[in-house]
């Protein structure tokens, strides 16, 4: 299994050989959908709120004096029955959405996704990221040849600053590590750019 690779200026080079241990595992669809889940409740911040009967505007006054009316007792206008009053069990704020998933398994998801865009041909290596100028202009020419359209997920090592530094304004393009990589981000991205310095770093993280 190979993927194409080319230089900082775009000219196509020698297919890079990818490690079948780590971009032609099995792929599990129940897995992936899984970790895409618990990716998405993990940035669910907890903001809905709202107010309890103590919290709502309204008169402490008694509504009707408790006998002789001929309706149901009641003491306040603020109770949740009535329009406009406060809401029972509803959510405060405090609700707690994070969800977690084991290592093993989250790193059998990571690597199907992976084995999944290898098999589509949608993965691409770029080489001498180290010699980038940092220049968003650079890596935008560079972009058009390999990726003429749509989202691209480019991965780099956490030295790589100044690769990093120019694609981070491109709309199109979201920078991930290697040590942060999530198969939820790459199932949402159509293309995945690997600088030559990030596939080995992350075949050796990853490798069985």
Do not use: C, W
């Not at 669809?29 to 899984?34: E, G, R």
């Not at 290592?103 to 059998?108: D, G, N």
């Amino acid at each position: 299994m190979t993927a194409d690779s080319y230089n900082l200026t775009g000219k196509k080079l020698t297919p890079v050989d990818l490690d079948k241990k780590v971009f032609g595992v099995k792929v599990s669809p129940t897995l992936l959908a899984q970790a895409v889940r618990i990716y998405l409740s993990n940035q669910r911040s907890a903001s809905a709120k709202t107010k309890t009967r103590a919290e709502v505007q309204g008169s402490t006054r008694k509504i009707f004096k408790q006998k002789g009316t001929g309706r149901a007792r009641h003491g306040s206008i603020r109770a949740p029955i009535f329009v406009g009053g406060g809401i029972a069990h509803g959510p405060d704020g405090t609700q707690n959405y994070t969800m977690k998933m084991p290592s093993k398994m989250a790193k059998q998801a990571l690597l199907g996704a992976m084995s999944l865009k290898a098999h589509e041909k949608l993965i691409s290596i770029v080489k001498g990221a180290d010699e980038a100028t940092g220049k968003t202009n650079e890596l935008s020419k560079l972009l058009k040849i390999i990726v003429p359209k749509g989202r691209v997920l480019l991965i780099r090592t956490p030295a790589q600053t100044k690769f990093n530094l120019a694609g981070r304004n491109l709309p199109t393009v979201i920078m991930a590590s290697t040590a942060s990589l999530s198969a939820y981000q790459v199932i949402a991205y159509p293309q995945i750019i690997f600088t030559a310095e990030a596939l080995a770093m992350f075949e050796k993280k990853y490798v069985a």
